[in-house]
């Protein structure tokens, strides 16, 4: 079946531009987690949906962050006014539950670039 | 807080056995997890562990001691496909016990 899939792959954008970053979870999956990855680095939780609600958006740097799941199923991650400390990979993953020992199925990523 | 301390680098030797450790303090506990990456991909579920003790799948083990907030993911018959990143993660009970805190890592070459 379809995995987790998020657009764009890739985005390249200028300091202080809004960018938005997409998420298809598995079809079923009400958990949602965003991730941001940096060279070298494990994940940084950034935020987590079950179902349409955030659930838990401790991980949110900062107020440039926003992210949405409206109906449950995509999902988009908002970043007002990009600063380059902004430039990671974005991970997306989705699980049937964020409780007990379901994995979380993760996406390729979008590689965010601030110039 | 929550910290996870994990070996940054190890080397082995095809069809050797390698133990990469990790040690994590967390606002309680609710679960521990250990993800593989390979460079440029996204990362892969290995294994949960949630009670002391050790959970066995195939080539991979995982065993946690939770009173020393100590883990261990031992790969046996080491495959040069195994050269990747290996995740340690954990989850506490804080925030409503959702957030999953991951590692750095442990970069692992496995040579022939």
């Known amino acids: 079946g379809a995995g987790v899939s998020q657009t764009p792959s890739n985005k390249v954008t200028e300091k202080g531009k809004y960018v938005e970053l997409r998420c298809d979870p598995i079809?079923?999956?009400?958990?949602l987690y965003w991730y941001r990855q940096s060279l070298g680095q494990g994940p940084e939780f950034l935020i987590y949906?079950?179902?349409?609600?955030?659930?838990?958006d401790s991980g949110l740097p900062n107020d440039r962050f926003f992210a949405v799941r409206p109906e449950g199923s995509v999902s988009t991650l908002k970043i007002q006014r990009t600063e380059r400390g902004d430039s990671a990979v974005y991970l997306c993953?989705?699980?049937?539950?964020?409780?007990?020992?379901?994995?979380?199925?993760f996406g390729p990523g979008t590689r965010l670039t601030v110039t | 807080g929550q910290n996870i301390d994990q070996p940054t680098e190890m080397t082995a030797t095809e069809g050797a056995i390698v133990q990469i450790n990790c040690t994590y303090q967390?606002?309680?506990?609710?679960?521990l997890f250990w993800y593989q990456q390979h460079a440029g991909e996204a990362p892969t579920f290995l294994s949960y562990?949630?009670?002391?003790g050790l959970e066995e799948k195939g080539r991979f083990s995982s065993f946690l001691s939770r009173s020393k907030g100590y883990s261990y993911l031992l790969l046996k018959e080491l495959q040069m496909k195994d050269s990747a990143s290996y995740l340690c993660?954990?989850?506490?009970?804080?925030?409503?016990?959702?957030?999953?805190?991951f590692g750095a890592g442990t970069r692992l070459f496995v040579k022939a």
């Open positions: 562990n949630v009670l002391d």
């Open positions: 993660a954990v989850r506490g009970t804080d925030t409503g016990g959702f957030k999953t805190i």
């Open positions: 993953a989705s699980s049937l539950s964020g409780r007990g020992g379901y994995e979380q199925y």
């Open positions: 949906f079950q179902g349409t609600g955030a659930a838990d």
């Open positions: 079809s079923g999956h009400t958990a």
């Open positions: 967390t606002s309680g506990f609710n679960g």
